[in-house]
């Protein structure tokens, strides 16, 4: 979907907030990707945030990195996984999809090229987490050229000049809980970084909370602190990793975590 479709979701969720589960794209197949995706819709995902495989994913923690294994273990490739994004744009309708790729990947088929194929794909935002703010001005062109939105990455050491800086042009602000990768519990951290943020930003942007979210109550808490979006990822691919050491379907496993995860409104509980 079109970044137009993000934005029309924020509309919709103003005041609720969004559930997002994070996947990467070929884990553990690329055809049991797209089954996830439209599972975690069916279990009340609003959104999905989707990772190209990397080799070195600075960024990721274990889980990640071992879903980034899975994936190249069962054929992935840049191609394949922009093949694997379009079929899941074409099997949830009206749901965006948040793209995160690391830059080398970006890089080595040109900044334009991949804004542009990434956007044919479905891809309704991106997120490059190791090119920085003063960096991606190319990047910051290609995306308006082929209307896919921007979003751009900051942590606990973030200064708030800098927080500010790079809330400008973006259409969401992804606020890492922890200075480090994915996966570690933060929860204390996390909320005063999102309060700190969203002072620094004066709500002119929607704030999207990842790194170390495992639970109800983190997602709970995020939305609390001023979170538009709630990101969980590594919990997800570790219930992935365990049915696929067993050689099951994590489909059912990944469907029941998101729809005890994805809670709308922090004041209701979930049926």
Same mark, same amino acid.
């Not at 751009?152 to 969401?172: E, F």
């Not at 480090?180 to 002119?204: F, I, K, N, Q």
């Not at 997602?219 to 050689?247: K, N, P």
């Given at each position: 979907?079109?970044?137009?479709a993000?934005r029309?979701?924020?509309?919709? =969720? ?6 997002s589960?994070?996947f ?6 690329a ?12 279990? *009340?995902?609003s959104?999905?945030?989707l ?15 071992r879903?980034?294994?899975? =994936? ?9 996984a922009?093949?694997?994004?379009a079929?899941i744009a074409?099997d ?16 080595a088929?040109?900044?334009?090229? !991949? ?21 991606? =001005?190319?990047?910051? =062109? ?6 896919? *939105? ?11 000049a ?7 042009g ?6 890492? *809980?922890?200075?480090?990768?994915t ?9 005063r ?6 002072t ?22 995020a !939305?609390a602190? *001023? ?18 050491a067993?050689?099951?379907s ?6 029941a ?13 979930n049926?």
């Amino acid at each position: 979907m079109t970044v137009a479709a993000l934005r029309a979701r924020f509309a919709e =969720a103003a005041g609720r907030g969004c559930f997002s589960p994070f996947f990467v794209l070929g884990d553990p197949t690329a055809e049991e990707t797209v089954a996830l995706a439209r599972a975690s819709v069916a279990a *009340g995902a609003s959104m999905l945030e989707l990772g190209i495989p990397y080799r070195d994913p600075c960024a990721d923690g274990s889980a990640i990195q071992r879903a980034c294994q899975r =994936a190249f273990a069962a054929g992935s490739t840049t191609d394949r996984a922009l093949e694997t994004l379009a079929a899941i744009a074409r099997d949830c309708p009206g749901v965006p999809l948040n793209l995160l790729v690391y830059g080398n990947l970006v890089h080595a088929r040109g900044v334009d090229e !991949f804004c542009r194929e990434a956007a044919a794909a479905g891809a309704s935002s991106l997120l490059v987490p190791d090119l920085p703010l003063g960096e991606d =001005a190319a990047l910051v =062109a290609a995306a308006e050229r082929h209307a896919i *939105g921007l979003v751009r990455l900051v942590g606990p050491r973030t200064a708030t000049a800098r927080v500010q800086a790079s809330a400008s042009g973006c259409v969401m602000l992804y606020v890492a *809980g922890v200075q480090g990768v994915t996966g570690a519990p933060v929860a204390e951290e996390r909320g005063r970084l999102l309060a700190r943020v969203a002072t620094a930003t004066a709500g002119s942007v929607p704030l999207c909370a990842g790194f170390g979210l495992s639970s109800r109550r983190d997602v709970e808490d995020a !939305f609390a602190h *001023g979170a538009a979006v709630a990101v969980v990822g590594s919990h997800l691919a570790e219930l992935i990793a365990r049915c696929h050491a067993a050689d099951e379907s994590p489909v059912g496993p990944v469907a029941a975590a998101v729809r005890e995860l994805a809670v709308t409104d922090p004041s209701i509980p979930n049926p």
